[in-house]
C-alpha cells in the first residue's frame, strides 16, 4: 500500500502536536446502552496509545448508528468514551458537540499524550452530505480543531469505503497517514484477493442475496468453493424449486439466483438440511428437516447439522478461507449451532491444515465474541464487514485512495 502510515508520523515527530484520528466506533449497544461488543474499540487501541505515547495532543472522531445528522442522545458516544477510558487506562473527554463552542475548548486545552473523543460525527449532516461543498466547509472545521501543524491517522477500516467527510474529505486538507489498523487490514486483505493459497473457500451469509451478488460474481473465477448459508441460502433454495415456506426470501432474486447457479454451480455449496423455527422468537418450537421436508407455515433461522458437517468437510480441506455473514440467527442460542459449527470448522482448519483464515467483519466477527469462541483461532477477525467485502470485489475505497498521494 504506497501510502503514508503511522510509522512514518512517529518518525516525522508527534510530541506536542494535535492529531486527528478517525476511528470506528459502530459497536452495538442494548437496551440500557451498553456496549455489548467491544471488539471495535479493542481493535483501536495500539494506534491510540503510540500516538499518545509519542506525546501526541490526540482528538479522535467516530459515529455511532444512524441519527439522521441531528443531535440524538440514543447515538451519543458517551458509551465509547467511558469503554475508551477504561482499555487506556486514562481518562477521555467527550467534547459536548462535533465541531462547536465545547469541541474547540476542549481541543486547545489538550496537553501532550491526552485523547479527546468528539461527539458522533453524524450528528452533523455535512458528514454524510452528497454535496461536495458541504462536506468541505466540514472538513475545513474539522481540520482547524488541529490548529497549526496539525495530521490526519486513518484508522477506522469500517469506513473507508465511504467517501464521507471525516473519512474522505478532512486528507484533503491535513498531511495524512494510515494509521496501524488500516495498514493491516489492506495487508491482509490482499493476501486474499492477490495470490490466495488453493484451496481457496469463501463462507457467506448473512441476510440478502443482494448484499453479496458482487462479491459471489468477483470471487467465483478465483474461489474454489462459496459456501452459502444465512438468510441469503433460501433464495438460492427456492431457485433450485426447494419450499422453504415463510423463510426470509429475496423473490426478485429467484431469476439471479438461478443465472448464478447455472453459471457457478459446480462452485456454490448450499445447505442439504435446516433448522426451523414456529415463529421468529428466541423461545420457537425447533425441528430439524431436510430440504423436502419443510413444515407448514415455519420458516428456517439456521442451517441443520448435516449442512454444517457438509460444510465443515469442504473448509476442512482448504488452505485459504473467507468468511462474512452468520449461518443463521446466532443471537437465538437455540438457532446458533450453524453459525457456530462453521466457526469452529474454520478454527480447525486453521490449526490442523494450516489454513489462512479470515472473518470479514460485521455480524461474523460479532459472532465470534457472542458465541464464546477462540478469537485466536482465526488467523485475522476484519473491523470492516462491508470495507472488506467491497475491497475483495476489486472496488475503490475512497478513504484509501484518498490516502495514495
Known amino acids: 500500500m504506497a501510502v503514508k502510515t503511522l510509522k512514518d508520523l512517529l518518525d516525522e515527530g508527534v510530541d506536542g502536536r494535535h492529531v486527528i484520528v478517525r476511528s470506528d466506533f459502530n459497536v452495538p449497544l442494548n437496551d440500557d446502552r451498553e456496549i455489548t461488543d467491544k471488539g471495535r474499540i ?22 455511532l448508528g444512524r441519527p439522521k445528522g441531528e443531535v440524538n442522545e440514543k447515538y451519543s458516544l458517551a458509551p ?81 469505503h465511504r467517501a464521507q467527510t471525516s473519512v474522505y474529505d478532512i486528507a484533503k486538507r491535513l498531511p495524512h497517514y ?59 433454495l427456492k431457485a433450485q424449486g426447494h419450499d422453504v415456506q415463510k423463510s426470509m426470501l429475496q423473490d426478485e432474486m429467484i431469476d439471479t439466483c438461478k443465472d448464478l447457479l447455472e453459471r457457478f454451480g459446480d462452485k456454490i455449496v448450499l445447505p442439504v438440511d435446516l433448522t426451523w423455527a414456529s415463529e421468529f422468537a428466541k423461545d420457537a418450537e425447533k425441528k430439524v428437516t431436510d430440504l423436502d421436508s419443510a413444515p407448514e407455515g415455519w420458516l428456517s433461522l439456521d442451517i441443520g447439522p448435516k449442512s454444517v458437517e457438509k460444510f465443515a468437510e469442504v473448509l476442512g480441506s482448504s488452505k485459504t478461507i473467507f468468511w462474512n455473514g452468520p449461518m443463521g440467527v446466532f443471537e437465538f442460542e437455540a438457532f446458533s449451532d450453524g453459525t457456530r459449527g462453521i466457526a469452529q470448522a474454520i478454527i480447525d482448519a486453521t490449526a490442523n491444515n494450516g489454513a489462512f483464515s479470515v472473518v470479514g467483519g460485521g455480524d461474523s466477527a460479532a459472532s465470534v465474541r457472542v458465541l464464546g469462541l477462540d478469537e485466536e483461532g482465526f488467523s485475522h477477525i476484519s ?16 478513504g484509501v485512495a484518498i490516502l495514495k498521494d
Request: proline share 3%.
Open 42 to 63: 479493542i481493535a483501536s487501541l495500539p494506534t491510540l496509545k503510540a500516538l499518545t505515547e509519542a506525546g501526541a495532543k490526540v482528538i479522535v472522531m467516530a459515529h
Open 80 to 160: 465509547v468514551a467511558e469503554a475508551l477510558s477504561d482499555e487506556l487506562g486514562q481518562y477521555v473527554a467527550l467534547a459536548a458537540d462535533v465541531v462547536g463552542e465545547d469541541a474547540h475548548e476542549r481541543a486547545n486545552g489538550l496537553t501532550e499524550g491526552d485523547i479527546l473523543l468528539l461527539e458522533n460525527v453524524r450528528f452533523d449532516p455535512r458528514e454524510t452530505s452528497k454535496d461536495e461543498a458541504e462536506r468541505g466547509a466540514f472538513a475545513d472545521e474539522l481540520a482547524a480543531l488541529a490548529a497549526d501543524n496539525g495530521a490526519f491517522v486513518s484508522d477506522g477500516f469500517g469506513v473507508v
Open 178 to 236: 494510515a494509521g496501524g489498523l488500516v495498514e493491516n487490514e489492506i495487508s491482509v486483505l490482499e493476501k486474499i484477493a492477490e495470490n490466495p493459497e488453493a484451496p481457496y473457500t469463501v463462507v457467506l451469509g448473512g441476510s440478502k442475496v443482494s448484499d453479496k451478488i458482487g462479491v459471489i460474481e468477483a470471487l467465483a473465477s478465483k474461489a474454489d468453493s462459496i459456501i452459502i448459508g444465512g438468510g441469503m441460502c433460501y433464495t438460492f
Open 383 to 398: 473491523t470492516g464487514g462491508g470495507a472488506s467485502l467491497e475491497f475483495l470485489e476489486g472496488k475503490e475505497l475512497p
